[in-house]
């Protein structure tokens, strides 16, 4: 864990008076992951502009300001080499290898460091592979090196994939085994046999949720169906002081919709939602009234009517469309809002 302050001087008449300091964060290191406990920082560009008075709290966000990362982005690099490279001195420099990479592997494992300088190759192939950041694959590398195995990209492979499959990495006989072609073909067959399980597994898991959304569909038709036959009962009471209006002119009549049999009529051979959208269920849609423009017998357009501001929400042709006849259909019913206020009030007051 480093942990680091931030010193600041106060002085008067231009001599120190005093020199006070502040912990602004802890830098841990654990399994190789970096973890910030850190005062927040102020908005800006200034990577030291602290919030005194803001309690160390856990950093996860990316990038500067109130969160914290790896210090490579926060501009603490020289600080913070300055400080770990004492314990790292030995590492041996110039071999290609990030100098970051090494630290956090020998952090993990001293087993790394000894790798580092025997084989800086079988390192590159374990940093490749993930293997230096996780440490039940670090185990089998203890292991693999101290029974003088080869650490080669096969050996990589077959880590993994044991890893995979819940081997024992501790154990000589599975990662250093005497016959490594044997041992890996041995691994690939678990790896399929497992894939084929949970492929399995899946397909089971896929099935029982398709098998309750299934379920749920039947319910909710179910549901919508027993809905359909409620209203098909209460939309006729509820728009029943309606009914006798007829609006006409120029050959146009305007009459109110009386039933959910006629909602789906008009939906289907008009091509638009009035009944998919379920206009007719006054819970939904409680200040509705929807009517039908005919000539000739005829639809024309369907219109809905708010029935507590009283103006003409729409008016639809076919596939939601207009008609020739839709400014004059539009104006009749304006014309005849007092009516459809009248019936509306009257019956209420009743």
């Given at each position: 864990?480093?942990?680091?302050?931030?010193?600041?001087?106060?002085?008067?008449?231009?001599?120190?008076?005093?020199?006070?300091?502040?912990?602004?964060?802890?830098?841990?290191?654990?399994?190789?992951?970096?973890?910030?406990?850190?005062?927040?920082?102020?908005?800006?560009?200034?990577?030291?502009?602290?919030?005194?008075?803001?309690?160390?709290?856990?950093?996860?966000?990316?990038?500067?300001?109130?969160?914290?990362?790896?210090?490579?982005?926060?501009?603490?690099?020289?600080?913070?080499?300055?400080?770990?490279?004492?314990?790292?001195?030995?590492?041996p420099k110039g071999n290609g290898l990030r100098v970051d990479e090494m630290?956090?592997?020998?952090?993990?494992?001293?087993?790394?460091?000894?790798?580092?300088?025997?084989?800086?190759?079988?390192?590159?192939?374990?940093?490749?592979?993930?293997?230096?950041?996780?440490?039940?694959?670090?185990?089998?590398?203890?292991?693999?090196?101290?029974?003088?195995?080869?650490?080669?990209?096969?050996?990589?492979?077959?880590?993994?994939?044991?890893?995979?499959?819940?081997?024992?990495?501790?154990?000589?006989?599975?990662?250093?085994?005497?016959?490594?072609?044997?041992?890996?073909?041995?691994?690939?067959?678990?790896?399929?046999?497992?894939?084929?399980?949970?492929?399995?597994?899946?397909?089971?898991?896929?099935?029982?949720?398709?098998?309750?959304?299934?379920?749920?569909?039947?319910?909710?038709?179910?549901?919508?169906?027993?809905?359909?036959?409620?209203?098909?009962?209460?939309?006729?009471?509820?728009?029943?002081?309606?009914?006798?209006?007829?609006?006409?002119?120029?050959?146009?009549?305007?009459?109110?919709?009386?039933?959910?049999?006629?909602?789906?009529?008009?939906?289907?051979?008009?091509?638009?939602?009035?009944?998919?959208?379920?206009?007719?269920?006054?819970?939904?849609?409680?200040?509705?009234?929807?009517?039908?423009?005919?000539?000739?017998?005829?639809?024309?357009?369907?219109?809905?009517?708010?029935?507590?501001?009283?103006?003409?929400?729409?008016?639809?042709?076919?596939?939601?469309?207009?008609?020739?006849?839709?400014?004059?259909?539009?104006?009749?019913?304006?014309?005849?809002?007092?009516?459809?206020?009248?019936?509306?009030?009257?019956?209420?007051?009743?």
């Amino acid at each position: 864990m480093i942990r680091h302050y931030y010193q600041y001087a106060t002085f008067k008449r231009k001599k120190l008076w005093k020199v006070d300091y502040l912990e602004v964060m802890q830098q841990w290191m654990k399994d190789g992951r970096y973890v910030f406990m850190a005062r927040n920082r102020a908005m800006g560009y200034v990577n030291d502009s602290w919030c005194w008075n803001s309690p160390l709290s856990v950093k996860r966000g990316y990038g500067h300001c109130s969160s914290l990362t790896d210090p490579r982005d926060i501009g603490y690099d020289d600080v913070y080499y300055q400080r770990v490279q004492k314990r790292f001195r030995y590492l041996p420099k110039g071999n290609g290898l990030r100098v970051d990479e090494m630290y956090r592997a020998v952090n993990i494992s001293p087993i790394y460091e000894t790798i580092i300088k025997a084989d800086a190759a079988a390192f590159r192939r374990l940093a490749r592979h993930d293997i230096i950041y996780n440490t039940k694959m670090t185990a089998a590398v203890r292991v693999a090196w101290r029974h003088r195995q080869e650490l080669t990209t096969d050996w990589c492979d077959m880590v993994e994939m044991m890893n995979f499959v819940g081997m024992d990495l501790h154990n000589a006989g599975y990662v250093a085994p005497d016959d490594m072609k044997a041992m890996h073909d041995y691994v690939m067959v678990l790896v399929r046999q497992k894939r084929e399980r949970l492929r399995r597994q899946q397909e089971e898991r896929d099935r029982i949720r398709l098998e309750r959304l299934r379920e749920l569909n039947i319910q909710r038709d179910a549901e919508k169906a027993r809905k359909r036959e409620e209203m098909k009962l209460t939309y006729p009471v509820k728009r029943k002081k309606f009914f006798g209006l007829i609006i006409d002119g120029k050959g146009i009549e305007i009459r109110v919709l009386q039933s959910v049999d006629e909602f789906a009529e008009e939906g289907a051979e008009m091509c638009h939602c009035v009944y998919a959208n379920e206009y007719y269920n006054l819970e939904k849609h409680p200040t509705s009234l929807i009517m039908s423009a005919r000539r000739n017998g005829k639809r024309l357009e369907t219109i809905e009517v708010d029935l507590r501001d009283y103006y003409v929400v729409q008016s639809r042709a076919k596939h939601n469309g207009v008609s020739k006849y839709h400014d004059y259909i539009v104006q009749l019913v304006n014309d005849n809002m007092e009516r459809i206020k009248e019936l509306n009030s009257r019956r209420r007051a009743v």
